[in-house]
């Protein structure tokens, strides 16, 4: 059994006007040190298969076909055995 975690977040070039209004919110609680705030979203993922790189695969066509926008969003991810 595999754990996967996927972090999906804008593309740099696009504008997070979700992020801007958590920050405009961060800064009225005086929390001025804040300059910049992105909004994504987490998945955690198990799966179970043959081999690491086989369900690598899997994950990405996942991203791709499914959990991202790939004309806004990018996503990393991260795959490892599960702990019993």
């Known amino acids: 059994m595999f754990q996967a975690r996927v972090n999906v977040t804008l ?7 979700q992020g ?8 009225s609680l005086g929390f001025d040190e804040t300059k910049n705030v992105r909004v994504g ?5 198990q799966m179970q ?3 690491k790189a086989q369900l690598e695969e899997k994950l990405r ?4 076909k499914l959990l991202i926008n ?3 969003e990018e996503y990393s991810y991260f795959l490892e055995e599960a702990k019993a």
Do not use: Q
Not at 41 to 45: A, L, Q
Not at 61 to 64: I, K
């Open 49 to 51: 298969g043959e081999s």
């Open 20 to 27: 801007k209004t958590i920050l405009n919110a961060l800064h």
């Open 70 to 72: 790939p004309v806004i």
């Open 11 to 17: 593309k740099k070039s696009v504008l997070d006007p």
């Open 61 to 64: 066509a996942m991203c791709d």
């Open 41 to 45: 979203k987490f998945f955690e993922i």
